[in-house]
């Protein structure tokens, strides 16, 4: 893209983000011996760990005694439902999360006041890197509720100062009256419905001249660099990845700087290790795999390794943008929705990124996987690009081999394509939902 | 002397061409021809109507995938061997015919042919220099 970026990313906390690696780990050891001592006094599964593993408190003296405690997996939260994980007594909490699993129960997140204000200040550094001030009018369609999204961009927006709109999900055409009339200069939401948005202004008789918006962050699902194309192009703004899971926070454990090439991981709060998801060995910065994050300012349900089953990388290193905080990579995949294809490990996200290698598709898809006399069998819909005029079939089966041939050479495994009209692919206002496995 | 005619991509499963010609119809356009090339998931619908710019306005707004294509359309008397003699002069030289469809309004005794060539420009000439007769939206 040769367009002009529109934000002005700036640092909202130098004093944290752009310590020395000595001063940084100094601050981490420090903060990490509390809060094992806080976790090892006040959570039952905590000291439970601990003493399987033989560790008191005073085993951990710095940041390279992490990888000597145990980790801590979402079923850990599960089994303690719903209040086992507190470190806190429940009257200290001032706010309560929760996630929905696909399957069984739901992962608490109880958030004292302290924690909600380091939430606050992760998600106003976070801000600030997509240029949000005072000034700014922050638009947040994240859903409200449960969900950290909303709240989470919500309390960013506000820490900072801007006016903030929540506007919540859903109802597409009031999003867009309301981010055209009231001049929202940024856009917080999952990028795949920013998308949509999008590519819903024109069908609703508007123009995107007569928006203010410049920038957002975009977050709660994996997206590539394709998509930010596409994202960036729809509504003539700088489009920013923002992380984070209500485990650890809320979004805003993480985000992309105007760099665009990785998130700076907000370490003096949340410590970021790479492990190898088989053996759980730490693996060094510039390998891939497993993200894990201990929390070490958090008082309410601190956690220790978590696992969140994100695939990435970390780097480390000063940043062109004056941070020097670790950068993660985009989330690759997860360690748990990889699906094995006659034998081949496929993730979603490696799909979708040949799909937006082909022009004349949509970043509209959805992946299903049947298994058809005992052979693997995948499919995958993807709506034609709205603006595509097709007179001829071979426009359509040339457009429609060309995307069965990318995906092939990313993944290694054929899969059958069928282009659908635009529209067809079913919107989600939340997460996305990509992948529909029947093979039982 | 182009004819206008519009293509809209369709998945190939059913309701979807009642769809099409309901959202038309309920607004009034009127077909004047309509053909269907199909696949096995998917067909491109083709058609021409009274109002076209009107069609492709409708058809743009309930979100359809469509397009606006000019295709050279001839009248030629309704006998034997009249549509062999236009294909017969495409191919002579060398122009690849992508598709075509012909039609014979009851109360006249010519036939409508209308295609789709790889060389519009060429086609034309040929036609012309021969003496056919070529349509324009009007006459339809």
Not at chain 1, 345 to 373: C, K, L, T, W
């Amino acid at each position: 893209m040769t367009r002009k970026s529109k934000v002005k990313d700036y640092i909202y906390q130098p004093e944290y983000e752009c310590l020395s690696r000595s001063e940084m780990e100094a601050l981490q050891s420090e903060r990490l011996k509390k809060t094992v001592k806080l976790v090892y006094e006040n959570c039952a599964p905590y000291r439970a760990k601990m003493d399987a593993a033989k560790l008191t408190p005073a085993d951990i003296k710095s940041v390279a005694d992490l990888h000597k405690l145990p980790f801590t997996v979402k079923h850990d939260l599960r089994e303690a439902y719903p209040f086992g994980f507190y470190s806190a007594p429940q009257r200290d909490m001032v706010e309560i999360h929760a996630s929905s699993g696909t399957t069984g129960k739901l992962t608490v997140v109880g958030y004292t006041q302290n924690d909600i204000d380091v939430w606050s200040e992760v998600a106003a550094r976070s801000l600030a890197m997509t240029g949000v001030t005072k000034d700014s009018i922050v638009h947040v369609a994240y859903g409200y509720g449960l969900f950290t999204g909303g709240l989470g961009a919500h309390y960013g927006a506000q820490k900072i100062g801007a006016s903030t709109v929540p506007a919540s999900a859903g109802n597409t055409i009031r999003q867009l009256t309301l981010l055209r009339d009231f001049g929202a200069t940024h856009l917080c939401c999952t990028p795949s419905y920013a998308i949509f948005l999008g590519t819903e202004i024109q069908k609703a008789g508007m123009n995107i001249d007569d928006f203010s918006l410049v920038g957002g962050a975009f977050g709660a699902e994996p997206w590539t660099y394709q998509m930010r194309d596409e994202l960036e192009r729809l509504l003539h703004i700088d489009a920013l990845d923002i992380y984070g899971l209500s485990e650890i926070s809320g979004p805003g454990v993480a985000m992309e700087c105007m760099e665009k090439s990785g998130s700076h991981v907000q370490e003096d709060h949340f410590i970021p290790e790479i492990i190898d998801p088989v053996t759980l060995e730490p693996l060094p910065f510039g390998s891939e795999g497993e993200l894990v994050f201990t929390t070490i300012t958090k008082t309410g349900q601190p956690l220790i390794r978590y696992r969140t089953r994100d695939l990435c990388t970390l780097t480390a290193g000063r940043c062109a943008c004056g941070r020097t905080t670790v950068k993660m990579s985009k989330v690759k995949g997860r360690s748990d929705d990889m699906l094995i294809i006659r034998g081949v490990n496929v993730f979603p996200s490696q799909i979708e990124a040949a799909i937006m290698n082909v022009s004349g598709v949509s970043p509209h898809y959805m992946i299903y996987v049947d298994r058809i006399n005992n052979l693997d069998v995948m499919e995958i819909d993807i709506e034609l690009a709205g603006d595509l005029a097709p007179d001829k079939v071979s426009d359509v089966e040339s457009i429609k081999k060309k995307v069965e041939t990318e995906v092939n050479s990313y993944i290694g495994v054929s899969a059958k394509i069928k282009l659908c009209e635009s529209g067809s692919i079913q919107r989600s206002e939340g997460k996305a939902v990509r992948v529909i496995d029947r093979r039982g | 002397m182009l004819v206008k005619q519009l293509s809209v991509f369709m998945e190939n499963r059913p309701g979807r061409l009642y769809k099409l010609t309901h959202a038309l119809g309920k607004e009034g356009i009127d077909f004047v021809t309509l053909s269907i090339a199909d696949t096995k998931d998917f067909g491109i619908v083709r058609f021409i109507a009274r109002d076209n710019e009107r069609a492709y306005e409708i058809l743009k707004n309930e979100g359809f995938t469509v397009g606006i294509t000019e295709l050279i359309g001839v009248e030629v008397a309704d006998r034997p061997n009249a549509l062999a003699e236009v294909v017969s002069l495409m191919e002579e030289s060398d122009i690849n015919i992508e598709y075509l469809y012909s039609f014979v309004l009851t109360n006249h005794n010519s036939a409508k042919i209308l295609m789709r060539v790889n060389d519009t420009e060429r086609a034309v000439d040929l036609l012309t220099k021969k003496g056919i007769k070529l349509l324009s939206e009007k006459i339809l």
